[in-house]
């Protein structure tokens, strides 16, 4: 789980390069490297850390040269160290390559190899491709054959790019299983890992599909297939979002950003065409069993939607964690898989993808990147539209798909009759008017979230619960606090407690409890009930509620008083002051929290 681009053109691409990677360091950021071509020969520069570390420590941008490859990696083969930062060379140093990816076979290669006296540098599977290209070479006299011969020996999932001083203004790019885009400028040609690596220079992009591999100067391009070397005759595509979008735009980190962002990204997913999502729909209707499936946040969008299904449409759908559909997953023709991904690079989304496509079932996603794998593998595609997302960590791509399923629940349950007319209305008026409440409470609430944070910094322990649709929002809002705290935190069904959990709390387990607005009285009575046990257990309760909530205001410790919304958008309005929570908890503590550790944006490995 890596990120790679590749440049070549009319002058020194170094800083251009440079720039590249740096965009794509959320894809990894444990290490990084590059390789250039200059006066004919090739030069390299590799080290642990993120782009600017390493940057630091090995200047990469005093470097030259007008053709170039980088890395930044997120470590699966081989631990974080120099030697395994890539690229990676073959033993006659005339190849260097960068991947993403897995070549599963790498060890039954390494000793073939070994056996042969090549001697390896590194513990990574990557290195097994570069010397076999080093190897063919040898044997073919030329670069492409050598490079097509050595992609024979290797299995597994990869996006590949090569530079090498025998062709010093090409590039060659590969892409099996990772993904790969290529971008074109003036004078410019980039591949790499995805579009925010080259957005500064040119929207021209486009995507390539597996079994294929891209030959780039700096005026030409050309796509093969990897079977037969024969021409994929492609057209670029324009990509709508821009390099501003992308950056931080004043924001202290990208997380706070996107945070923010989130009224925007809910009215583009509102802005998705009705006939989208009623296409979407009438797939549901025609399946057998129809599935939603994500993993990480995404499951939890899921679970969200499958409350909204229950309970707007009188449907059960089946949610089911990506990584676990292969184990429990019952998929038979005619039924429908719909999976959820922000990225659309998940491998275990994608498998649960192909699993539903292996046995004919009909496939849907919801996703947030154009051209990404997941969107071109699945019967219908709807582009959620919340723009890049960069922070690690997922806030408002997932806000938009709760809004989409809840569309879609909406149009399901008005179809067949068990949502009336002004229910509908309602609720589509209620959504429509969301972001405008949202920025408000966004810009007047942040500082109230901020002091909430600062009376929880010295909790390490943590239960997050709702009940109901509260019940996933928790479990979501507890995934944000661990991966930007790295406290323990734990979400769980407020009616779980006292079946077991309960057994954990004293005055140092804190809680924090998502408490639905008066008028959802079973739900608000429920959730309070839980609350009062945590209570008479000296558990500090934490909450966030609504304005006129008299009763939780006073049995809570500390609250946050949200203004009055609609019932169907209060969990929404929660979760987004949740993220804010674990924003300012990750700022006292001084936490990496668009980068934390050990994570990497879209896992593209299993
Ligand atoms: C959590 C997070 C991850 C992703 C998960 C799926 O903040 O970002 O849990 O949600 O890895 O990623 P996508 O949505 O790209 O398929």
Not at 372 to 395: F, H
Request: proline fraction near 4%; aromatic fraction near 8%.
């Amino acid at each position: 789980m890596c990120g790679i681009s590749a440049v070549v053109g009319q002058k020194n691409i170094v800083p251009i390069l440079f720039e590249s990677i740096k965009n794509l360091e959320y894809r990894g950021y444990d290490s990084c490297g590059m390789a250039v071509i200059h006066e004919g020969k090739l030069a390299w520069r590799k080290n642990t850390g993120g782009v600017d570390e390493v940057n630091k420590k090995e200047h990469l941008t005093g470097m030259q040269g007008r053709t170039g490859i980088a890395h930044t990696r997120w470590a699966t083969h081989g631990r974080v160290d120099a030697l395994n930062a890539h690229p990676h060379l073959s033993s006659d140093g005339l190849f260097a390559i960068v991947h993403n990816g897995i070549f599963n076979n790498y060890q039954a290669l390494r000793q073939e190899l070994e056996a042969k006296g090549i001697v390896f540098l590194s513990q990574t599977d990557t290195e097994v491709l570069a010397h076999l290209i080093g190897l063919a070479f040898q044997e073919f006299g030329q670069v492409e054959p050598a490079l097509l011969a050595a992609l024979e020996r290797v299995e597994g999932t990869y996006a590949v790019a090569l530079t090498t001083p025998l062709e010093p203004e090409r590039l060659y790019a590969v892409r099996k299983g990772s993904p790969l885009v290529l971008g074109f400028g003036e004078g410019i040609q980039f591949a790499a890992s995805d579009v925010n690596a080259f957005l500064p220079y040119t929207r021209s992009a486009l995507f390539m599909d597996d079994g294929e591999y891209a030959v780039l100067t700096h005026d030409s391009w050309q796509v093969r297939r990897m079977a037969d070397s024969t021409p994929v005759e492609k057209s670029p595509v324009h990509i709508e979002w821009d390099a501003e979008t992308s950056r931080k735009g004043g924001y202290s980190h990208y997380m706070l950003k996107e945070i923010f962002d989130q009224p925007l990204t809910i009215t583009n997913a509102m802005n998705i065409p009705r006939q989208e999502i009623i296409s979407l729909v009438e797939m549901i209707r025609q399946a057998g069993t129809t599935y939603l499936v994500g993993v990480g946040t995404t499951y939890y969008v899921a679970m969200v939607g499958q409350y909204l299904c229950s309970q707007l449409a009188g449907r059960y759908i089946p949610v089911v964690s990506s990584d676990e559909f292969y184990e429990l997953g019952v998929v038979a023709p005619g039924d429908l898989v719909i999976a959820l991904s922000q990225s659309g690079e998940t491998y275990d989304t994608r498998m649960a993808v192909q699993f539903a496509k292996d046995r004919k079932a009909h496939t849907a996603c919801i996703v947030n990147v154009m051209g990404s794998t997941l969107s071109r593998m699945v019967d219908q595609v709807i582009m959620q539209g919340s723009g890049p997302e960069i922070c690690v960590v997922s806030t408002k791509a997932a806000i938009a798909q709760m809004v989409i399923l809840m569309r879609a629940a909406m149009e399901l349950g008005l179809s067949e009759g068990h949502l009336t007319e002004e229910s509908y209305r309602d609720i589509h008026k209620a959504l429509g008017e969301f972001p405008q409440v949202l920025q408000k409470t966004l810009n007047e609430l942040s500082g109230f979230v901020r002091n909430l944070a600062e009376k929880a910094e010295d909790y390490q322990n943590w239960l997050f619960m709702g009940r109901g649709i509260y019940y996933p929002i928790a479990m979501e809002a507890a995934l944000k606090m661990k991966e930007v705290t790295y406290l323990h935190v734990e979400g769980l069904p407020a009616g779980f407690l006292k079946h077991g959990t309960l057994a954990m709390v004293d005055s140092r387990m804190a809680s924090l409890f998502f408490i639905p607005p008066p008028e959802s009285r079973e739900l608000h009575k429920q959730t309070l009930a839980a609350l009062e046990e945590v209570k008479a257990r000296s558990g500090p309760v934490f909450g966030l509620m609504f304005q006129g909530d008299t009763q939780s205001a006073q049995v809570l410790d500390h609250y946050v008083e949200l203004p009055q919304v609609p019932a169907a958008m209060a969990p929404f309005m929660e979760l987004v002051v949740a993220q804010v929570f674990s924003y300012f908890s990750a700022l006292r503590l001084g936490r990496s929290i668009d980068k934390p550790r050990n994570l990497a944006k879209s896992v593209t490995v299993g």
